[in-house]
């Protein structure tokens, strides 16, 4: 089974200022790794995701995320963040073997103030 | 091309009524699952089709959530005798691989 914790359930920052979104989790099997975005009344929206390779990956709209298998953790980070930002976002993990479904972490509202 | 698209995108039903939740995948994929997203719970899994296997139940929460895949395409998530505490919002995935793609989902509205 896994669990993913996402550390923050708020957080606000100012427009073009560095934001890093943290996400944990636990498994006892070889997981994929998911971010997803959800704008107001929206479906979710596939960020970036880790498969394998390089541990650094990058996705749409300037983010990134690191995957660091010590400390399960795959933290969501963008340089310069904007207006448009303004979202909740999910990290999410699915187990290699076993069911082929996501566990979601309870989700990061991401306020941009000007 | 087209994504996943799901109907109705609201519904608002009494309790104890019927509910038919449609979900359209992306042509070719082969899996397709349902999710609930409540303020309570968040996101969770509720089934998982793929192909002409056995679909994966195991998140259904009672025996008045069923869901059903005709053709290997079109889904229907039915809920019987609605409850209150169905309320939420049901999220529709289809998938070709290793990533899931959602629809927008439908809200139900339970009074």
């Known amino acids: 089974a896994q669990s993913v914790t996402q550390l923050d359930s708020q957080v606000p920052v100012f427009e073009e200022a560095p934001v890093e979104l943290r996400c944990n989790y636990s498994s006892s099997v070889s997981v994929y790794l998911f971010w997803y975005v959800q704008y107001p009344n929206q479906g979710l929206q596939l960020l970036l995701k880790y498969l394998s390779g390089s541990t650094l990956v990058k996705g749409i709209n300037g983010f990134e995320a690191e995957f660091n298998k010590s400390q399960t953790s795959f933290h969501l980070r963008k340089p310069s963040v904007h207006i448009s930002d303004t979202a909740e976002y999910f990290c999410a993990v699915m187990g290699l073997k076993g069911a082929q479904k996501l566990v979601f972490g309870q989700g990061t509202r991401l306020t941009i103030n000007p | 091309g087209a994504g996943v698209s799901q109907s109705p995108s609201n519904k608002v039903t009494e309790k104890g009524k019927d509910v038919e939740l449609r979900c359209d995948p992306i042509s070719g994929h082969t899996a397709l699952y349902w999710y609930r997203q409540s303020l309570g719970q968040g996101l969770e899994f509720l089934i998982y089709f793929q192909g002409n296997s056995a679909p994966d139940k195991s998140g259904l929460p009672s025996d008045r959530f069923s869901a059903e895949r005709t053709g290997g395409s079109v889904s229907t998530l039915t809920i019987q005798r609605t409850q209150q505490e169905d309320s939420a919002v049901y999220l529709c995935?289809?998938?070709?691989?290793?990533?899931?793609?959602f629809g927008p989902g439908t809200r139900l509205t339970v009074l």
């Open positions: 995935a289809s998938g070709g691989g290793d990533t899931q793609y």
